[in-house]
Nanobody, 125 residues
Framework: VQLQAFGGGLMQAGDSLRLSCVAS????????VGWFRQGPRNERTFISA????????YYADSVKGRFTISRGLGENTVHLQMNSLNPEDTGVYYC???????????????????WGQGTQVTVSS
């Protein structure tokens, strides 16, 4: 599976932005799709995930109520709607796909098998 993340940009605090993750080679059916943010120390922080089949969604506390992850119209697209952006949301956003991960595992970057190339989101105050 090859993933491509796009939609990043230079934003101001309070703005909204939608990121998309598109898979090629196969669909997301049966996968857990996650979004992670990489900060200045290259750590990848869990942002959100969706289990494709059940549509169950999961969020980091820092984005809960502001971000929404969803399936796209096709079976190979996942969106991350980001509202009320703030400077702490700045980073490179990566999408990732893994097998049907249990809830305790889907917040861990190492549990995902496939990664996109990342898209930069910069939020100024």
């Amino acid at each position: 599976v090859q993933l491509q993340a796009f939609g990043g940009g230079l934003m101001q605090a309070g703005d909204s932005l939608r990121l998309s993750c598109v898979a090629s080679g196969r669909t997301f059916r049966g996968y857990t799709v996650g979004w992670f943010r990489q900060g200045p120390r290259n750590e990848r922080t869990f942002i959100s995930a969706i289990k494709w089949s059940s549509r169950h969604t999961y969020y980091a506390d820092s984005v809960k109520g502001r971000f929404t992850i969803s399936r796209g119209l096709g079976e190979n697209t996942v969106h991350l709607q980001m509202n009320s952006l703030n400077p702490e949301d700045t980073g490179v956003y990566y999408c990732a796909a893994g097998g049907s991960l249990i809830q305790s595992a889907l917040r861990t970057a190492g549990q995902y098998d496939y990664w996109g190339q990342g898209t930069q989101v910069t939020v100024s105050s």
